[in-house]
């Protein structure tokens, strides 16, 4: 069995959008082991993705470990200089990457795509990459409509729709006010009777709860236990009938579970809501993008 590594280990976001690419990858080549690296807190990917065989992490001995496993190809949907000079340095055969930055000198099969320019969805880009590692090796592209990740099911006890609201971004963008965010609660509530959830990680839970407590008087409104534990995200968003948030990791993880999202996402070029669309159906997706006369908060012109 031939053995490709995808490297994508930045933010969860990122994660997650590399997903249809190495779906690509495995209904083209299913005979290919492949194997993950992303950072430490998302090692837990390979546990509910049915396209990967195992997550790898650096944790100062990724040398050691990419000798070990002795793979055939790598695909950098992320380069690094560090990471780039470590798969050079395994001499592993074929090393794929985008044509950019000086990161791409440890690569020795590199294509073109001036991301930068934001002229497609991330995902995209990442599939054009995997799809050029497909055909420099003689596969034929197939795409199925799969999932990206397997969960238990579970029955969803609430009567009400539920609307998880994500107010804060752990610093990746910036976002709608605390109180724009309440606004929009209240005004949703006018059209029927729902049950909101507030999701955040741990930094943010006792914001949250102020925020809870200014609601609860007014609206069926509860805060999630927050986790470190991937699949445990997971569970929770998919038993959401709308995800709402500024563009950050869990907003992609609910276009990942195709849930119904709504995205405020900046004005700047490199963070457009073209750029950084979630992978959802277009039908489950609606996205507002900043008028840009804030510096603080995402204002939107309705």
Not at 198 to 212: G, P, S, T
Not at 246 to 266: E, M, R, W
Request: glycine letters at 4%; proline letters at 3%; aromatic letters at 10%.
């Amino acid at each position: 069995m031939k053995k490709l590594l995808v490297i994508r280990n930045d933010r969860l976001g990122d994660v997650i959008l590399g997903l249809p690419s190495l779906k690509i990858i495995k209904s083209s080549a299913p005979d290919i082991q492949i194997d993950y690296l992303v950072d430490k807190k998302y090692s837990d990917i390979s546990k509910i993705s049915p396209e990967i065989n195992e997550s790898i992490y650096d944790d100062g001995n990724l040398k050691e470990t990419l000798k070990k496993n002795n793979y055939d190809y790598t695909v950098s949907l992320f380069s690094t200089f560090d990471i780039g000079y470590k798969l050079w340095r395994a001499k592993i055969n074929k090393r794929y990457a985008p044509a950019t930055k000086i990161a791409q000198i440890f690569h020795n099969r590199t294509l073109k795509q001036r991301r930068s320019q934001s002229k497609k969805p991330e995902f995209e880009y990442n599939n054009d990459l995997a799809k050029f590692f497909l055909n420099d090796n003689g596969f034929k592209i197939v795409d199925d409509s799969r999932p990206y990740v397997i969960l238990e099911s579970h029955n969803k006890s609430n009567k009400k729709k539920i609307i998880y609201i994500h107010p804060f971004t752990g610093g990746s963008s910036k976002t709608l006010s605390v109180s724009d965010f309440i606004n929009l609660c209240y005004e949703l509530n006018k059209y029927d009777k729902y049950k909101f959830v507030l999701h955040c990680d741990k930094n943010d839970y006792e914001k949250c709860k102020v925020i809870e407590n200014k609601m609860c008087n007014l609206l069926d409104v509860e805060t999630v236990e927050p986790t470190n534990n991937l699949k445990s995200m997971f569970t929770n968003i998919s038993k959401c009938d709308v995800f709402i948030a500024g563009s950050t990791g869990p907003l992609h993880v609910a276009g990942c579970l195709n849930i119904k999202t709504v995205g405020f996402y900046p004005s700047k070029k490199s963070s457009t809501s073209l750029r950084w669309d979630t992978i959802n159906e277009n039908t489950k997706k609606l996205f507002f993008e900043d008028t840009g006369n804030y510096d603080d908060n995402i204002q939107v012109d309705i």
